[in-house]
């Protein structure tokens, strides 16, 4: 039993592999499309980016909508080079499917 549970642990990562394909800057929440596919939506007033917006990895159809706004907790950082994204620190989605992961250049990577 104990090999078995190391072979689905070594496989899961391989199985549930997501990357995002970049990101899409709109100003407002109602410019985000019902289906994000594999984009991750900023919406940013002024400048200011206020909310990060995407599907959540686990296929299951849930939608994220992170805070980026600093001075309200709690609340995280996106970072864009090119077209490859960093989210900071770890998403928790803590309802229904659960999943925790990073979002390190644009590839999920589940903890």
């Not at 104990?2 to 990357?19: C, G, I, Q, Y």
């Not at 996106?78 to 979002?103: A, G, M, N």
Request: charged share 25%; aromatic share 10%.
């Amino acid at each position: 039993m104990k090999s078995l549970t190391r072979l689905l642990a070594h496989l899961a990562p391989r199985w549930f592999r997501r990357r995002y394909k970049g990101l899409r800057i709109v100003e407002r929440v109602s410019e985000v499309p019902d289906d994000t596919g594999s984009l991750i939506f900023i919406v940013q007033r002024n400048g200011k980016p206020l909310w990060a917006i995407l599907d959540c990895p686990c296929r299951m159809g849930h939608r994220l909508s992170v805070n980026l706004r600093p001075g309200e907790e709690p609340s995280w950082t996106v970072r864009q080079e090119d077209h490859l994204v960093t989210v900071h620190p770890s998403l928790w989605y803590k309802d229904q499917c659960r999943s925790h992961f990073w979002i390190a250049r644009n590839e999920v990577r589940w903890v």
